[in-house]
């Protein structure tokens, strides 16, 4: 009978992290970044990081695609995004982490990129922009994959937040162009993601 050689445990994978192993972790962790940036921003830097936002047509502004999403105009305005952010962004999450890095990666790319090219002059800021993507993304992948858990997450989506549909009226002192163009760039990376590709493979026409 031989025994059992031991292992090294020096040599075994380290364990991963949650939040580096699923989408959820990922959206909470998104929620904490956001709330603990405006609580440093509010309290040592006296609103400094809040003009760091997307000024459209500014080189200056152009590095905001990347940080406009994680800024906000005080505690309401990231209160007013915190629950949108964890329901729209945890249905995106039924799909998985690899699912979840395409779409709000890209999303916040071409919708900020939209935004400094096409917007009005100004500081477009706020995770709204993401939620609106994210709200196009699971419609539009609801109606092209055309499966039970994609119907079911687009439709508790449109149930929770048929109302955002307003966010797109232009207003003064809203980014609604951050949100039309969220809409349209989810709608696009769903498009990209979900829709039935041509097989490559010759029809199979049986026997003759």
Excluded at 17 to 28: C, M
Excluded at 46 to 71: Q, V, Y
Excluded at 78 to 107: D, E, K, Y
Excluded at 123 to 143: D, P, R
Aim: contains cysteine.
């Amino acid at each position: 009978m031989t025994e059992p050689i031991p292992t090294d445990p020096t040599l075994e994978p380290p364990p991963r992290l949650w939040w580096l192993s699923s989408g959820f972790g990922l959206v909470v962790s998104f929620i904490i970044m956001i709330w603990v940036i405006e609580a440093l921003d509010t309290v040592l830097l006296n609103s400094r990081l809040e003009g760091g936002g997307i000024h459209p047509r500014r080189l200056d502004g152009l590095d905001g695609i990347l940080w406009a999403p994680f800024l906000h105009r005080g505690f309401g305005h990231v209160l007013s995004n915190t629950i949108p952010v964890a329901l729209l962004g945890g249905l995106v999450a039924v799909a998985g982490l690899r699912r979840w890095l395409q779409v709000t990666v890209s999303v916040v790319l071409v919708a900020g990129a939209l935004t400094w090219l096409l917007g009005r002059s100004g500081n477009h800021i706020g995770a709204s922009m993401v939620t609106f993507s994210w709200l196009g993304y699971l419609v539009a992948a609801a109606s092209l994959e055309r499966k039970l858990r994609s119907l079911g997450t687009a439709l508790v989506a449109v149930v929770l937040y048929w109302t955002m549909i307003f966010g797109l009226v232009p207003r003064a002192g809203v980014s609604w162009e951050g949100h039309l163009f969220g809409a349209v760039a989810g709608v696009g990376v769903a498009w990209l993601c979900c829709r039935e590709l041509p097989s490559l493979e010759p029809p199979d026409r049986g026997l003759s």
